[in-house]
């Protein structure tokens, strides 16, 4: 593995952190924006994981995003 590969699954799963994040204090239009960028970053992180570890951290927060879109679907 390289330290290029490493950095590329570590960025993917910071922008999905911070789509996640966003899409927590934010609602609306603006919360289903976040929620989408997210799943995307996610979807990139899993792609980009060369680890069992790296893989299950991004499918946890795959389904952590799962939870916010059930919970933002019940508040509306």
């Known amino acids: 593995m390289t330290i290029k590969s ?3 699954f570590a960025g993917a799963f910071q922008e999905a952190v911070a789509a996640v994040l966003d899409a927590l204090v934010t609602d609306g239009e603006e919360r289903h924006g976040s929620l989408r ?3 995307l970053a996610v979807e990139k992180a899993m792609r980009e994981s060369h680890s069992n570890a790296e893989w299950f951290l991004a499918d ?3 389904r952590g995003i799962k939870d ?3 919970h933002a679907l019940l508040a509306a």
């Open 6 to 8: 490493t950095m590329a």
């Open 37 to 39: 960028s997210a799943k």
């Open 68 to 70: 916010v879109e059930a």
């Open 60 to 62: 946890h927060l795959r």
